[in-house]
């Protein structure tokens, strides 16, 4: 079953915008990460955030965690159309040792 | 530098067939996994190996089999193919469990498998 739910399923914006998808989860976390999946590939890892923090930055990504509201978000600033990729959150539970992975966001930028 | 290699990339099954998806990653790593990837659906883990001689089931382990012989490399093998394992494959590893969960696994490029 899944335990990341991301938000919205697609996303399609121009050049320059930022892009901002949502990550819900339903259980307690040790970290959330969020990978890039471009069409026909396997997932990239791109930035883990641990339960502790907040909000995290690497390059033109920005993740933020609510561990209240059990939602993180991924701001990828200034987009280009090499952004063209399916985003999936997944989340870390270390009381049982399992990672789940959400279904994914589709965000298209068009040139 | 291959990472995490999959072969096939493309394979058409008819029901009741048998085949090995192959996995192989030159990282040294102990830990390695297979996930199905289906239409609006996570990626769900299937079986997990934490090094060699090593197996244990996953969320959706039936009608898969693994052997961990090597580090190197992790087979999964479908018995007997039913029309619901056509999916997406992903083979991910990392050095251990542990520190995949902490730091991200490395993805193979996926298996397109059809079972017709």
């Known amino acids: 079953s899944q335990q990341g739910e991301e938000d919205p399923q697609a996303l399609s914006i121009q050049e320059g915008e930022n892009a901002t998808m949502n990550c819900s989860y339903k259980?307690?976390?040790?970290?959330l990460q969020w990978y890039r999946q471009n069409s026909g590939r396997g997932l990239v890892h791109l930035i883990l955030i641990r339960s502790n923090e907040r909000e995290k930055h690497s390059g033109r990504l920005r993740v933020t965690l609510d561990t209240s509201k059990k939602s993180s978000s991924l701001l990828i600033t200034a987009s280009r159309a090499a952004d063209t990729a399916s985003y999936f959150c997944a989340t870390f539970s270390g009381n049982n040792n399992d990672m789940r992975f959400g279904a994914g966001t589709r965000l298209t930028v068009k040139p | 530098n291959a990472g995490v290699t999959q072969t096939p990339k493309f394979q058409v099954l008819k029901t009741g067939q048998s085949m090995t998806l192959q996995c192989a990653q030159d990282m040294n790593h102990e830990y390695m996994s297979w996930y199905r990837q289906d239409p609006g659906m996570g990626l769900r883990l299937i079986h997990y190996s934490v090094g060699a001689g090593i197996t244990d089931q996953g969320e959706v382990p039936n009608g898969y089999n693994v052997s961990r012989s090597t580090t190197e490399d992790f087979p999964l093998r479908l018995l007997s193919a039913a029309p619901s394992q056509t999916s997406v494959y992903f083979c991910?590893?990392?050095?251990?469990?542990?520190?995949?969960?902490?730091?991200?696994?490395?993805f193979g490029s996926g298996t397109r498998l059809t079972v017709v």
């Open positions: 259980t307690s976390i040790n970290n």
């Open positions: 991910a590893s990392s050095y251990s469990r542990t520190r995949g969960a902490n730091y991200g696994y490395t």
